[in-house]
């Protein structure tokens, strides 16, 4: 993660161009540094009581939610306020509690970034799966050249389902009580985001995938097993007909004088 | 847009611009050109590798295997029947079991259909088996028995037919069927359609790779031949010569053809494809297409009128065979047959509605 002190101070919405500039005490850091294009994430921490949100702050979001990253939602705590979307996130809250509050954040902001990825995977993957599900059924010699194409999708899948897992303990796990301030945020974004469900679409989907490949792999390998067989098989027939051959042959010329 | 590719085209006009050349030169002036036995194996090397690409295509129009092999079955019996239709119309009666290159591509196609699904390894091992046992079997049979006046020669009774068939005739299946083979299986890794893919197959380089070195091998056996043992020079060697194909010759021979279909569709291919030499590839088209047209007809053209003339003047319709002419004419008298193939064929049969390739497409199909 890294921290900039204020990267951005000011800039134009894409709606209406109007200048907006963050407050002074406002540090704005960066999530998911790794995080290919859409998924990185900037977090604007700001200390204080706020009884009202600054229209700066607002716009901040805005700006990010016009620019097509999702749809923003506010939530209040404690005299918290996290005003959340998927590219950007505002936490105000006193300075005792800012930390607290990020660490959750952050922590479900993983876990949606990484359903996103997961479902933007899957939702790309079904037209391939619509190719290579008669593969599940059935293998033959012209499929044989697709074997390293149906290893990589099962190896791609297999990493899908396996981020899913990896991510279930903390999306799936009960509510802790009593409950604490980073665990009511922590619920209450998980709620909003729906990940709980998401994670169980995509835990179906995924497991779809994976059985599909799964299967095409089992069929690929008996193929190639079956085939090596066959081949052996063939050869030995090959050469019990040359051997015939000459013995026929031999009797024609004899009779031919 | 066509889908033909222009290496093929231009081997197969090389085949049977060169078939027409050395048939013309040795049937009226009993002279072989520097060429000759080049044509017939690129014929037959091709006919493998035109069957590869024919079934594929059939493959991919969802056509089932039953189906083709029907349709396949069926063309290699017309190839065989109309081989001994050419046999008795052409080299008259007494020679309708010389076993002609039709006979064999017919053949070839009848053993492809069966053994189109069999494994490649499998296809390469039978032709690699007929290669071998060939020089056995000649010497089983006696070939020189059959070949004694130069020409092929055997009584009408089922040994020698079958025995000509096999390893005895001009163009006996073994090892002959080796080349029809090899064309299949350089096609299936040339050409080959993976499903969901693209129609890229192996590295063309790397099969001419294995072209140059089967020449190789051809060179090696042709140079060691002098310094080997008696049974192995003179049973299963016998240097380079068509009648009998040797198996130096016919490795020598799979290694050009092999060799001459991978630089070609490694080079030719996109130029065609980029519509340069159009006219040049139009030509090669042209002759591609009628290829069986083309081997039919210029025989019954050089060979009907020299057959009806020594009938009329001696009695004996071979009376002139061979010595009819002087070489350069005779070879003039091809290459004019050639030029007026193209203008005929280029005339009238854009079309392609007429020739024995037509005739077998309305039969068969």
Known sequence: MHEDARPEVGGSTARGGSIWALPATATVERAFDDAPNQDGMEILSMPGEHAEVPAAVDAWIDAASDSGAGPAFWMAFQGSRIRWSPSRCAILAPAERLETIRRAVIEVSGHDRTLRQVERALAAAWPELDTDAPLAFEFEERSVGRRDELRDRLKRVLHLRARLARIAPAVLAPPIYPPTLASQVADRLRERLRIVARHEAASIQADVFRDTYDMCGQRASDFMLARTGHRLEWMIIVLLAAQLLLWGFEYLATAGG | ?365
């Open chain 2, 1 to 365: 847009m066509t889908t033909r590719l222009a290496s093929i085209d231009l081997l197969r006009t090389i085949a049977i611009v060169t078939m027409v050349l050395v048939h013309f030169s040795e049937n009226l002036a009993g002279y072989a050109p520097p060429l000759s036995g080049l044509g017939a194996p690129l014929f037959v090397f091709l006919s493998g590798t035109s069957y590869f690409l024919w079934s594929d295509g059939l493959v991919a129009r969802d056509l089932s295997d039953d189906a083709i092999a029907r349709v396949s079955v069926r063309r290699g019996l017309f190839l065989f029947g109309a081989g001994f239709a050419f046999n008795l119309f052409v080299w008259l009666p007494e020679d309708i079991f010389n076993w002609d290159v039709l006979t064999l591509i017919g053949s070839a196609l009848v053993m492809l259909a069966f053994m189109r699904r069999v494994p490649r390894e499998v296809l390469v091992l039978v032709a690699a088996v007929s290669l071998l046992v060939a020089p056995i079997l000649r010497g089983m049979a006696g070939y020189a028995e059959y070949w004694e006046n130069g020409y092929f020669e055997s009584d009408l009774t089922l040994s020698d037919v079958l025995v000509g068939y096999l390893a005895t005739g001009y163009f006996p299946l073994l090892p002959w069927i080796t080349l029809s083979l090899a064309g299949y299986v350089t096609a299936s890794w040339l050409f080959s359609r993976r499903t969901g893919g693209g129609g890229s197959g192996a590295d063309p380089l790397r099969i001419a790779a294995i072209g140059m070195g089967l020449v190789a091998v051809s060179a090696a056996l042709l140079l060691a031949r002098p310094f080997l043992a008696g049974p192995v020079a003179a049973g299963m060697l016998g240097g380079w010569t068509m009648f009998p194909p040797t198996t130096e010759y016919v490795t020598g021979m799979l290694g050009v053809a092999m060799a001459s279909l991978a630089f070609g569709h490694r080079f030719v291919d996109p130029i065609a494809a980029s519509g340069r030499l159009a006219g040049a590839f139009g030509v090669a088209r042209t002759f591609s297409q009628y290829s069986l047209t083309i081997y039919v007809v210029h025989h019954v053209v050089h060979l009907w009128p020299l057959w009806i003339y020594g009938l009329r003047e001696t009695g004996e319709p071979t009376a002139h065979w061979m010595r009819a002419m002087p070489a350069g004419m005779a070879l003039a008298l091809g290459g004019g047959f050639l030029v007026a193939c193209l203008l005929v064929l280029r005339t009238i049969g854009s079309r392609r509605s007429f020739g024995f390739e037509a005739l077998m497409r309305w039969v068969c199909d």
